[in-house]
Nanobody, 120 residues
Framework: QVQLVESGGGLVQAGGSLRLSCAAS????????MGWYRQAPGKQRELVAA???????NYADSVKGRFTISRDNAGNTVYLQMNSLKPEDTGVYYC??????????????WGQGTQVTVSS
C-alpha cells in the first residue's frame, strides 16, 4: 500500500502565497510522477501541475508563472509553491502519484485532499 499525506492548505487573501506538501510512503519501488490536482465546487477535478522522476514539469495554463512544483532529492515528497493567489484558485487540492510498487506492479494513488481558500 502507498499513502500520500498532504499539508499546507488554508485561507489566504488574494495576492498571497501558500505552499503545499505531499509525502509518499509505503511499498514504493519507484515513483514515476507526482502532481497536484484541484477541484472547485461544482467543477471537475483538473490538473494543476505535475513533475516526472526526470524533473520535467507541466502546468495548467491558469497557473503558469504563479505556481511552482518541485520534488525533494529522495523523490518521495512533492511541493507546490503557490504565489499571487486568486479567488479562482480556491478548491480542494489533491496530491497524485504514479507509483511502481514492484518490478511488475504499478498504480495511481491519491491523497485525502487539502482545502485552499483564497478570499477577494
Amino acid at each position: 500500500q502507498v499513502q500520500l499525506v498532504e499539508s499546507g492548505g488554508g485561507l489566504v487573501q488574494a495576492g498571497g502565497s501558500l505552499r503545499l506538501s505531499c509525502a509518499a510512503s509505503g511499498s514504493i519501488f519507484r515513483i514515476n510522477a507526482m502532481g497536484w490536482y484541484r477541484q472547485a465546487p461544482g467543477k471537475q477535478r483538473e490538473l494543476v501541475a505535475a513533475v516526472t522522476s526526470g524533473g520535467s514539469t507541466n502546468y495548467a495554463d491558469s497557473v503558469k508563472g504563479r505556481f511552482t512544483i518541485s520534488r525533494d532529492n529522495a523523490g518521495n515528497t512533492v511541493y507546490l509553491q503557490m504565489n499571487s493567489l486568486k479567488p479562482e484558485d480556491t478548491g480542494v487540492y489533491y496530491c497524485n502519484a504514479a507509483v511502481r510498487t514492484s518490478v511488475l506492479r504499478s498504480g495511481d494513488y491519491w491523497g485525502q485532499g487539502t482545502q485552499v481558500t483564497v478570499s477577494s
